[in-house]
């Protein structure tokens, strides 16, 4: 065998080992590509239905906001109609009844200004420890502790 035979049969040797090394990664790179294909499968079986449930959230939140929104309207309607009542009836009472209020203080004063026989009131008694204190000497016992 001559030199260049040998170097043919070493080229060709690892030329099959070389397609064999080929062979077996494009083999497991096939799996992977299986393998990914089904849980892209699986995972679009998946989410598809959650996809409907949150459509269907979404849905239901929206009508519930449009009820609050009713509701928040209506709420601020009753709000503009009970401040309009409470100006009117101030107005249509406040005025009056403050009239009225102070012309009966008016009379009250000036009756009872005029009675001359109304005793004058009794000195303001102050009870400590189930004994009454005259004002006479609750004003001189203050008087002392201000001074110390």
Same mark, same amino acid.
């Given at each position: 065998? &001559?030199?260049?035979?040998? /170097?043919?049969?070493?080229? /060709?040797?690892?030329? *099959? ?17 299986? *393998? ?17 449930? /949150? &459509?269907?959230?979404?849905? &239901? ?11 928040? &309207? ?9 401040? !309009?009542?409470?100006?009117?009836? @101030? ?10 209020? *102070? ?6 004063? *000036? ?6 026989? =109304?005793?004058?009131? !009794?000195? $303001?008694?102050?009870?400590? =420890?189930? $004994? ?6 609750? @004003? ?9």
């Amino acid at each position: 065998m &001559s030199g260049g035979e040998v /170097a043919g049969i070493l080229v /060709a040797v690892f030329w *099959a080992i070389l397609v064999s090394f080929l062979a077996v990664a494009l083999a497991r790179l096939a799996q992977t590509l299986k *393998a990914t294909t089904k849980l892209v499968a699986d995972v679009t079986d998946q989410a598809v239905p959650l996809l409907a449930d /949150a &459509s269907t959230a979404v849905r &239901s939140a929206q009508t519930q906001i449009d009820r609050v929104d009713a509701i928040a &309207s209506d709420v601020q309607e009753v709000t503009s109609n009970a401040s !309009a009542l409470s100006t009117t009836v @101030a107005s249509t009472f406040g005025g009056p009844l403050v009239k009225v209020a *102070a012309f009966g203080y008016g009379v009250r004063r *000036a009756l009872g200004g005029r009675k001359e026989d =109304v005793p004058a009131k !009794a000195p $303001r008694r102050t009870v400590i =420890v189930g $004994r009454t204190v005259p004002a006479a000497r609750r @004003a001189k016992r203050n008087l002392r502790g201000k001074r110390d």
